[in-house]
């Protein structure tokens, strides 16, 4: 089949949104600091410029997908990329800290609303035959986003100031949304009304919110409350949709099936101890090693790098080792790499940050491709989406764990200091703690990655 003009834009779409998502979040870690001098914002409120956009990533992504379903996918993409583009413009326009927080929390909204929508599309759009070629670009769009993010954002930062990153990512939505408005035009096939119970959405939306501002408050016994609070909400959303005919969150896929389970938990194990390396690295390297946004954006883009080259390798590997033990090696290496950077002292080479970057790079190619291919073959071709969602979920809650303990140590450490402010030793001290943390995160997590099972072709060897 020759693709039209309107495949391509379909595409083009896709792989745009795919990037711009990651290369926001990599860029705006470079431009930290500077942001903090601007607004005089201390460490905690800080964190909260990533964790506002991933926070609303995590509450928008369940109900999304299945409001999508109902209402329709491309009107679901269409809004997502209008709330992005006017999100993206008020961020370069804030004038305090605070608005930057809440503004930035309207994009993560935004772009949960364009990360369920887009790859719908972009599947509906292609043939069944074409399907794994347009997926594998929008995910090279991923893995561009990440690896440019450092040092395109560091020089834009540098050359022209952090607003112009929001600036760039404004024109790019409104060429987006243009495109939207102009090749998909109407749902073409009618939504089926489908029963959705939203109220579960009652306890998950609050939960979050309380479970992740309580951490930002710790040591303070009314962070330790919240924090309480955020887990009970959480606990009832899990057992509500537990008893729920229409859930937005199925979760008998967990309790019924081990290995989608298992890989789910291992990912957003993964994901919530590795995160915040770029987050930590970036205040590290600017703030300890004196490097301008531009040189710490180019030594942090290593890991990312090794992770586009190497995930192409460990795919074709997984259909040759079993994923549990390709993953599990891939998980340890990440657990390795993580204690190395808990040793990071302020007379470390800048040559060893590069080798541990690349060190984890590696490990979380081989645990990464591997591990998502294991989600998608554990369960039936109609729960494809619902599988795709759940690991989106994953991913973006693993995020928001992991900078939710950088900003534990912050809180624990800083007081209400800013990064700047604070003794260098007393930024290391935080640093190496929060990354031994994470190592000891991501080594319980090869657990669940060994014992998840065996993959989907192997499923007649099981005992």
Known sequence: MAWSRKHYSILTMAAVTAFMGTFLISSVNIALPVIETEFGLDAVRLSWLITAFLLASAIFLLPAGRIGDSQGIR???????????????????????????????????GAALIN????????????????????????????????????????????MGWRAIFYISTAIGLVTMLLAFMVLGKDLDKPSPKAIHLKGLLFY????????????????????????????????????????????????LFSRNRLFAYSNLAALINYSATFAIVFFLSLYLQKIQALSPREAGTILIAQPLTMAVFSPLAGRLADKIQVRILASIGMGMCAIGLLAFSLTGTQTPIWAIVAVLIWVGLGFAFFSSPNMSTIMGSVDKTQY?????????????????SITIATIFFALFFEDHSVMEVSDETFIRAMSLGFLTFSLICAAGVYFSFYRGKVAFDREEET
């Open 205 to 252: 939306m609050p939960g979050l919110v309380l479970l992740v501002y309580g951490t930002s408050h710790i040591p303070d016994w009314s962070g330790w409350l919240l924090l309480l609070l955020g887990i009970g909400l959480l606990t009832g959303f899990w057992i509500h949709e537990q008893h729920n005919r229409a859930p937005v969150f199925d979760t008998r």
């Open 116 to 159: 369920t929508a887009g790859p719908a599309i972009l599947v509906s759009a292609f043939p069944p035959t074409h399907r794994g070629r347009v997926l594998g670009i929008t995910i090279s769009a991923v893995y561009l986003g990440l690896a440019t993010g450092p040092l395109l954002g560091g020089l834009i930062t540098q050359v």
């Open 385 to 401: 989406g619902l599988a795709s969602g759940t690991s989106a979920t994953m991913r973006v809650l693993g995020q928001m764990v």
């Open 75 to 109: 009107r679901l993409f269409k809004i997502g990329v209008v709330v992005f583009t006017v999100s993206s413009l008020l961020c370069a326009v804030a004038l305090s800290g605070n608005m930057l927080i809440a503004f930035r929390f309207l994009q993560g909204a």
